[in-house]
């Protein structure tokens, strides 16, 4: 039996070993943490209320494949993810819409929804980047309103440097609907949560004789004329990384920047702490958002738990590495680094920190299936 070596039981880790211990291989499946499933890792607190520890995760897509994949494994409720932002004191639903629109400018929402569906007509929606080309009147008002006030103060404290360094692509991502929907994902026709928990829903995806997973992993692959070697035996078998790939390297060319996040939990005894499950904060000094859990699980409980986020950059041996900062320097240094590992073939990188880009769950599934038949 042909053996794959996978390092990291994230999503991307997990689905891999799945389809190539269907295919007959031996997997072996290598996690450094105590438990499986990266950040999408979640537990019962001692409410008894269902957490996820590296703050909110909410599973959407339209991928009939990734669809197909992940029904195998868990029923999944029918949340609708929903956000609101604090502004002014006012609950006001993020993507901006129509609603949006007539709570911010209750005198002039006619003139700013008239003028959208007149400039981007037959489009679902528009994106910051688009409005902020825009000559209209009434839009050249509106956009400055809420670039300044809700996008430009949210990013920057998320990324940690002032908005005009952002990418450009990162800001095109930032939507404005062009509708009433009050649904954060209104392209997408799945949504929900595993019923019985993301950690649940992927020790079911490694469920397989075939799959040896090792928890608590010390392993460490080690390198020499152009062979690896795990436990000083040379490998020949694939090997599949998700890990840092700097920190593969020993940081040879230098470190790749992350920011990284402190999360807060408190358990509050009210039945209902906000009016939606995520409540984002953009004049906040130092706070994003706030998750109230049971909002997305639809549990039902006596008491609430919530988290508070505060984003921060990323050091060494003090916290952990969550979105990678993708900018030119940055990626040309990644690609350093995918260059020296080139002599190794049956070196592979997978997920979010193995490829440096942020990875919705739904894509890390669907790269997964695409390396996978590639591979095959």
């Not at 520890?53 to 494949?65: A, E, L, Q, R, V």
């Not at 000559?135 to 008002?141: C, G, K, P, V, W």
Request: charged residues 25%; contains cysteine; glycine residues 4%.
């Amino acid at each position: 039996m042909k053996t794959i070596h996978i390092f990291g039981a994230g999503i991307s880790g997990c689905c891999l070993a799945n389809l190539f211990a269907n295919l007959g291989y031996q997997v072996i499946l290598y996690e450094k943490n105590n438990f499986v499933g990266g950040n999408i890792y979640d537990y019962k607190d001692k409410n008894g209320i269902l957490i996820h520890k590296y703050g909110p995760h909410i599973f959407h897509t339209s991928n009939k494949d990734v669809i197909k994949f992940v029904k195998k494994f868990s029923k999944f409720n029918n949340y609708k993810h929903r956000v609101l932002i604090n502004i002014n004191e006012k609950f006001v639903d993020l993507p901006i819409n129509f609603n949006s629109i007539k709570k911010l400018f209750p005198d002039k929402y006619k003139q700013i929804i008239n003028s959208l569906k007149k400039e981007f007509e037959g489009k679902q929606f528009v994106t910051i980047n688009e409005l902020l080309n825009s000559q209209n009147e009434n839009l050249i008002t509106f956009t400055k309103y809420i670039y300044q006030n809700i996008y430009s103060n949210y990013t920057s404290k998320m990324w940690g440097v002032d908005i005009s360094k952002i990418n450009i692509n990162t800001l095109g991502r930032v939507k404005i609907i062009l509708s009433n929907k009050n649904n954060y994902f209104p392209k997408d026709s799945f949504q929900g949560l595993p019923e019985k928990g993301y950690t649940n829903f992927v020790k079911n995806i490694i469920k397989h004789k075939n799959i040896k997973l090792i928890l608590n992993s010390k392993i460490n692959i080690k390198f020499k004329d152009n062979y690896l070697f795990i436990q000083n035996k040379k490998i020949t078998d694939p090997v599949f990384y998700s890990g840092s790939i700097d920190e593969l390297a020993n940081y040879k060319f230098g470190m790749l920047p992350y920011r990284s996040l402190k999360i807060n939990f408190l358990n509050i005894k009210t039945k209902n702490f906000q009016p939606a499950s995520v409540v984002n904060y953009p004049s906040h000094k130092t706070m994003t958002r706030i998750t109230e859990y049971k909002k997305m699980t639809l549990q039902e409980a006596k008491s609430t738990t919530i988290s508070k986020e505060f984003p921060e950059q990323f050091v060494l041996n003090k916290n952990l590495r969550f979105y990678p900062i993708s900018n030119k320097s940055n990626l040309a240094l990644y690609n350093k680094y995918k260059q020296y590992f080139k002599k190794y073939k049956n070196l592979y990188f997978i997920g979010r920190l193995g490829r440096y880009e942020y990875i919705d769950m739904d894509d890390a599934i669907s790269l997964a299936l695409k390396t996978f038949n590639e591979f095959k």
